[in-house]
């Protein structure tokens, strides 16, 4: 019933930046809870980074503090994932998801709707 739509993946150099746009479907996008996650091969979905409903709180793998950055536009319907200083441990495909409530916002499972996700490749 939610659909979400990634876009903004791409090849890039090391040290570049790219920023990952996540458009939602309906009317409640206000009301939900926003994450992105990541998948490289091989390797289980990992958390990246989440944001509450009205953009006030914001959380991030410990890893990644100081390079990501997840914001949303609630009257564009759309959440995003600025990426900077990327490293080829980033490549992975991207994923978009949403949640009702405000809790567990760093659990994969938690989530009830999932974008396609879009591939993100960072070279050497």
């Known amino acids: 019933q939610v659909q979400l739509v990634e876009s903004g993946g791409g090849l890039v150099q090391a040290g570049g930046s790219l920023r990952l746009s996540c458009a939602a479907s309906g009317r409640a996008f206000s009301s939900y809870a926003m994450g992105w996650f990541r998948q490289a091969p091989g390797k289980e979905r990992e958390f990246v980074a989440a944001i509450n409903n009205s953009g006030g709180s914001a959380y991030y793998a410990e890893s990644l503090k100081g390079r990501f950055t997840i914001s949303r536009d609630n009257a564009k319907n759309t959440v995003y994932l600025q990426m900077n200083s990327l490293r080829p441990e980033d490549t992975a495909v991207y994923y978009c998801?949403?949640?009702?409530?405000?809790?567990?916002?760093?659990?994969?499972?938690?989530?009830?709707?999932w974008g396609q996700g879009t591939q993100v490749t960072v070279s050497a």
């Open positions: 998801a949403a949640k009702w409530g405000q809790t567990r916002v760093t659990i994969t499972t938690a989530y009830n709707y």
